[in-house]
């Protein structure tokens, strides 16, 4: 069995940061570690909500008492995601280190949240930067958004060939893949939600349907997304099966929350799907 240290956000209430990443990486029989970077009552895009971020010192405390009882060369994976503060990058990058001398094939997968201040995604000051900066070129994986996308390269990506420009320019960073969660309306088709996949052996582009919802959009797809990636890959499908497992297993949890009109991911609710997706979806290689 593979293991994850998934360090990111922790929400009591609903499903967002490890609360969407950890039970589906459980499914398909990965075993996750959360160490969360705030616990929150809720996600930030309801508008308010209570909790703290976690101090920065505890990250590598918690790392430290793993490794203290002989566990941390069990460690497959680093994935990181939502960051309370941008003093906390530093000792998550400390802890990929630390992780990948004790085990060397150990992979660090960075979801790169940025915030998206028109949606209500509250990031603190220094993240971006230090995502951008730092993180990324030490990312074996790193899974943006279309924002994020924009934000990593400092490029504009207004359309599907300049978004294939952009995820070229992190490829050359030394990122060996990149997942595009999510193309927004630059993609082939606005209609659709359409994913990329670039590795040493090319470029993957995938579409299913976009989902409306009243009122507001669920919140969490990007981590339970990059989770199901990661958990895919640890078990050995090649990264073309990964994506379009993930591709398909994504869009029926967003169909069962869909059917029951809710705001929040129905992931318990879809959790056999999230195994077995009946969604058939398949990517078409590009490049």
């Known amino acids: 069995m593979k293991n994850v240290l998934s360090i990111q956000s922790h929400v009591v209430y609903g499903y967002a940061g490890n609360k ?14 959360a160490l969360n970077t705030v616990q929150f009552s809720n ?23 793993i490794d203290e009882i002989d566990a941390l060369h069990e460690c497959d994976a680093v994935l990181s995601g939502y960051i309370g503060a941008a003093e906390q990058g530093a000792e998550i990058l400390a802890v990929v280190e630390k992780i990948k001398a004790k085990n060397p094939n150990a992979i660090y997968f ?17 993240v971006a930067e230090f995502l951008r900066d730092e993180a990324m070129a030490k990312a074996d994986i790193i899974a943006p958004n279309l924002v994020e996308l924009r934000e990593l390269t400092g490029l504009s990506v207004e359309n599907f ?59 969490g797809v990007g981590d339970l997304t990059s989770g199901l990636f990661l958990a895919n890959v640890l078990n ?4 073309l099966e990964a994506f379009e497992h993930t591709a398909n297993a994504v869009n029926d949890v967003m169909s069962i929350t869909q059917q029951r009109g809710k705001y929040e991911l129905q992931i318990i609710a879809a959790r056999e799907l999230i195994v077995n997706p009946t969604s058939r979806y398949r990517a078409v290689k590009l490049v």
């Not at 308010?48 to 790392?63: D, H, L, T």
């Not at 960075?110 to 220094?126: E, F, L, N, R, S």
């Open 236 to 239: 050995g499908k090649s990264d």
């Open 20 to 33: 969407a990443a950890v039970f589906p990486m459980q499914l398909l029989g990965v075993d996750s570690w």
């Open 161 to 219: 060939d300049q978004a294939i420009e952009a995820i070229q320019a992190i490829r050359s960073k030394g990122v060996k893949r990149v997942l595009v969660k999510h193309l927004s309306k630059v993609g082939q088709d606005p209609s659709q939600f359409e994913m990329v996949l670039a590795n040493d052996a090319g470029i993957w582009h995938i579409s299913r349907p976009l989902h409306e919802f009243v009122g507001r959009d669920p919140v």
């Open 110 to 126: 960075c979801d790169p949240v940025m915030g998206h201040p028109d949606k209500g995604c509250i990031v603190a000051p220094g």
């Open 43 to 65: 996600h930030t895009q309801y508008g308010k909500w209570k909790g703290m971020v976690v101090p920065k010192e505890q990250i590598g405390e918690i790392v430290q008492g």
